[in-house]
Structure formats: structure tokens, C-alpha cells
């Protein structure tokens, strides 16, 4: 028999608990809502040797919703086939692509925990006479250029039979929602404030696309170089037959012409795609014109055209994710993060507390689509051997991050160095290309999944995806005095009031499961707690 004390925090436990389902739910509906895009991947056997195993691909896809539906229209794809969708909070607004921004305030990095990110797992089918034309008005209502895509292309309507979803939209790492969890919400917005900082991005204004029309090196380059944010495809290391996809921050210098075409990424150890690459390091890399300040007209990304439109340069770094390895190129990376993601800074001081690495990618083959008539001619060699020449980009800033000499928390200022021959801001990364095929023969025109992509290896699976992403309230630190200064008196106050509500509360939460169930069992020190 429980007391009376132990009965009503037993209670207050579980309602809180339905509650943070509840919203966990609805904030992955409103994410899939708001976006129209996201980058799916899925894995395919390598052709033409069988020892090799699958590898992941992915592409960037469109997509349609209604009451949580999901629809693509992919090219000549007529079978069934189990993927993911990885969608990022960083993609909604457009006002805020430029300085790598997220959240209500735009205070957010895209790879802070709260900035929402959402992976959504399952079986992807060509949609039946039923279900066919239902699923072409929802990708027309989102995507009205689709009407307008040519009919011998071979476009099929697919539907996603979701059944799994992982996202981290807080503090306290990121975990799994049951389908019905996310099926039976409302798509409603929790978001999460940010911190002020004291150093920000110089924000004078974007420089817009070069002219690269028969520089298809230095296209691939600055596409790179100006995304803040990529989606890292891995094989699944529980799932078999699986590909996950999560969101990072990436950076290739401290601007367009500081690149070296390796982009920079950084895992902490209990994310569920560092589990991935130290299981198999095989890795793709997606970046889109679709998420780029330099790309938005009129509040409209790619200038108004559909992110799978031809137009909408995007490209695929597809290779194996290499652990930095010495103190030179962490320091540069480091000095990189500096530059170009003031709103995470433990990504310019050593990373998150929970340990990680630092890490680039061993380029194998590229996928890059620049415009109509299939994927452009790139060698790796091109690509990495390209130079960009400060004197043919007016605009684009000069820096160099080969003096970095570190940063301290206490004085939040970097030693990083910017020169203003040139106005406006550079994003970081650069990677190498090489010729890769998508899914979907002789689609290539519309970026479809390129040809020899009808085996779909078996992925592996997400075992791990339910431990903590990165927690990063120990590190995410606020600059400012006023939320540095703690009352004792109020400190004093809150410690006892809550240890005496929340004491029998958390005892009663090991006894009450319910709260658990449907997911994943997780270490504790990563429990999800997605929505505060």
C-alpha cells in the first residue's frame, strides 16, 4: 500500500509522462507539416561484387503529407523498398539559412538538440489504383511544378508505410516514438528558446550564385562550401536492411575561399550515427541549394524552384567517414566551427561533454546534379584539385583559419581571423566528387535514384539510435551575466520543494513502465526526453 503523497506523485509522473508523449508526437507531425523536402536514404548491394555488403545512398526527395501520409514521386522506382527520411527544424524557415541558424529566435545551431530533428523508418511502395491519385493531389498541393514534370520520365507515386521514428527536439538526448504515437497527434510546435551570445556572424548580406556554367568543379565546391548542415546517411547497425540518416553541422573552412573540399563534421560518442560509423564507416554525405541563404528568392528557396527540380543543384559525397587525427587538423576544424557556427560553440572548444570525435570523409564516387540532362562528368580528382581564385569572386569573403590559436568560454571571443577584401559571409565545406548513379534508370534529369539501384540490401538496424544524441546543456553555456547569477535563496528554495514533490516521483517512475512502453530499452544516462 502506498501512501497518499507517494499516490498523487505517482500519478503527476504519469500524466507528465502521456503529456511528453503527447507533444513528442505532435512536435514530429508538425515538423513533417512544415517541411516539403528532406533527404531520404535506403541501402542497395554493390554491384558487381557480392563480398562487398550493401552501402547506403540516398537522395534529396519532395515530399507530400496529409494527416501524417507521406508521398513521394520518384522515377520509374515500380517496387518496394525499406528507407528513411531525415528532416531537420534548420530547413523551415528560409530568413534563417544564412549563419547557420534554428529555432523561433533564430538563436539555435541546426545541430543543437533543440533544433528538431526527425528520422523517419519504413517500407516504401508504389502506390495502388486506390491510393494513386489521392497521393498525386497531396504532392501537387506542396509541389505544384510536379503537374509540370514530364510524363515519359516515369514518375510513380510512392507511399511510406511508416515503422519507426527517432528524433531529438531538446535537451536529454533523442529517442524512438511508436508510429501511433505520431499517427494520432495533432501537428503541433513546441519550441525551445535559445541563449544570447555576444559573438555572432558579420550579416551584411549573402553573395549570390556565381556563374559556373562550364565550371561543374567549382559548382560542386561552393555547394559544399555554403552548406551549413548535411544529412549523414549510415548503414543502420541494428536494423538489417536499414539506412539512418541524422542531421550535423558541417563546415569546409572558415569560408568559400578558405575550402579545401573536406568538409568537417563532429560525432559525440553516444549519437546514434557515431554507433553507426564505428560499426561500418560507410557514409554518404547530402547537400542541397535547397538549404542555402545565397539560393533564397523572395522568401522562395532555389529561387522558387522545387528542391527536386534539376535546377536545384545537389550532391552526393558518397565514401567512408575518416576520424581526425591530428592536432593540426582539429585545430582547423575547430577554428572552422568558429568562424561559421557561433550558435554551438563547444564545436570550436573540443566538442560535447559526453566525448566524440571530429571527423571528414574519404571520398570514393560523386553524385552531382547541376541541371537537366543527368548527373555532371566529376572526377575526385577535379574536384579536390580545384582552387578557388579570390579575384573571380567579388563578394565573397577573404579569411583563413591557419591562425587559429583557440577559444575560451570565458571570453566567448575566437582568435579567428576574417579579412574584408570582399563583403559578405562564407560557409564552410568542401568535399570531392566522383560520378555515382542514383535510383531509378534513366531518370536522371530529375535527380531521381540512379541506375543499377534495384537491389535493396538489407540495412542495418537502429539498436542504438534510441541512446542520447548529444546533451549539451552542460556546454551550451549562456554569455551573459543574467543567466550565469543564481539566487541562493531561490536555489535553496527550489532544491527542497523538489525533493520533496519529485523525490517519489522518480522512485515511482522505475515502478510505473508505462511510460516506456512501445519503446526502445535504453541505457539510462541517455533516457530519451525529447520535449521538455
Not at 523551415?92 to 538563436?107: I, L
Not at 555515382?436 to 537502429?462: A, I, K, L, P, V
Not at 551573459?480 to 528554495?493: M, N, Q, R, V, Y
Not at 522505475?510 to 539510462?524: L, N
Request: hydrophobic fraction near 35%; glycine fraction near 12%; charge should be negative.
Amino acid at each position: 500500500m502506498m501512501y497518499p503523497a507517494m499516490k498523487i506523485a505517482s500519478t503527476l509522473a504519469l500524466l507528465a509522462c502521456g503529456a511528453n508523449a503527447s507533444e513528442n508526437g505532435e512536435e514530429a507531425r508538425w515538423l513533417v507539416s512544415t517541411t516539403n523536402w528532406g533527404t531520404l536514404q535506403w541501402l542497395e548491394a554493390v554491384e558487381g561484387d557480392e563480398d562487398a555488403g550493401a552501402v547506403a545512398q540516398s537522395m534529396v526527395a519532395s515530399y507530400g503529407e496529409s494527416d501524417g501520409r507521406i508521398f513521394y514521386y520518384l522515377p520509374s522506382i515500380d517496387f518496394e523498398f525499406k528507407g528513411s527520411l531525415t528532416l531537420s527544424e534548420a530547413a523551415v524557415d528560409p530568413s534563417q539559412f544564412d549563419g547557420a541558424k534554428c529555432g523561433p529566435d533564430g538563436a539555435l545551431d541546426p545541430e543543437d538538440p533543440r533544433c528538431a530533428k526527425l528520422t523517419i523508418s519504413g517500407t516504401i511502395s508504389p502506390c495502388g489504383d486506390d491510393t494513386k491519385e489521392f497521393g498525386l493531389q497531396t504532392l501537387y498541393a506542396s509541389h505544384p511544378q510536379m503537374e509540370s514534370w514530364p510524363e515519359d520520365h516515369g514518375f510513380i507515386v510512392h507511399e511510406m508505410q511508416i515503422e519507426q521514428l527517432w528524433m531529438i527536439a531538446n535537451y536529454g538526448g533523442g529517442g524512438f516514438l511508436a508510429p501511433q504515437e505520431y499517427t494520432t497527434a495533432e501537428p503541433i510546435h513546441h519550441p525551445v528558446q535559445g541563449f544570447p551570445h555576444f559573438r555572432q556572424l558579420m550579416e551584411d548580406g549573402v553573395a549570390p550564385r556565381p556563374d559556373f556554367t562550364n565550371d561543374v568543379a567549382g559548382h560542386a565546391r561552393w555547394l559544399v562550401a555554403k552548406s551549413l548542415w548535411t544529412t549523414v546517411s549510415t548503414i543502420d547497425s541494428r536494423e538489417e536492411g536499414q539506412a539512418f540518416g541524422n542531421i550535423r553541422s558541417v563546415v569546409d573552412g572558415g569560408c568559400f575561399l578558405d575550402s579545401s573540399g573536406l568538409p568537417y563534421f563532429y560525432l559525440p560518442s553516444p549519437d546514434p550515427t557515431a554507433i553507426d560509423v564505428n560499426a561500418k564507416n560507410s557514409i554518404v554525405l547530402s547537400f542541397t541549394e535547397a538549404a542555402l541563404a545565397s539560393r533564397v528568392l523572395d522568401g522562395a528557396t532555389c529561387g522558387g524552384m522545387d528542391a527536386m527540380d534539376p535546377t536545384c543543384a545537389r550532391i552526393n559525397l558518397v565514401g567512408t567517414a575518416k576520424e581526425l587525427d591530428g592536432d593540426e587538423q582539429v585545430q582547423r576544424a575547430e577554428a572552422s566551427f568558429a568562424a561559421q557556427h557561433p550558435r554551438a560553440e563547444w564545436l570550436s572548444q573540443g566538442g560535447a561533454h559526453t566525448g566524440g570525435s571530429y571527423y571528414t570523409i574519404d571520398i570514393e564516387s560523386i553524385e552531382f546534379l547541376r541541371n537537366y540532362g543527368g548527373y555532371a562528368v566529376l572526377t575526385v580528382e577535379d574536384y579536390v584539385g580545384w582552387e578557388p581564385d579570390a579575384e573571380g569572386y567579388d563578394g565573397e569573403e577573404q579569411c583563413s583559419t591557419s591562425d587559429w590559436e583557440g577559444s575560451t568560454i570565458e571570453d566567448n571571443h575566437s582568435s579567428y581571423h576574417t579579412h574584408d577584401a570582399h563583403s559578405s559571409n562564407g560557409d564552410g565545406m568542401g568535399e570531392e566528387y566522383h560520378e555515382h548513379d542514383g535510383m531509378g534508370e534513366g531518370h536522371h534529369e530529375h535527380g531521381g535514384m540512379g541506375e543499377g539501384h534495384h537491389e535493396h540490401g538489407e540495412m542495418d538496424g537502429e539498436d542504438h539510435h534510441g541512446y542520447g544524441h548529444e546533451e549539451y546543456a552542460e556546454e551550451y553555456e549562456s554569455s551573459t551575466d543574467e543567466t550565469k547569477s543564481i539566487s541562493i535563496g531561490s536555489f535553496a528554495l527550489g532544491t527542497a520543494f523538489g525533493f520533496v514533490i519529485w523525490g517519489p516521483t522518480v522512485a515511482l517512475i522505475v515502478y510505473h513502465k508505462s511510460c516506456g512502453r512501445g519503446r526502445h530499452e535504453v541505457a539510462v544516462e541517455y533516457k530519451p526526453a525529447m520535449m521538455a
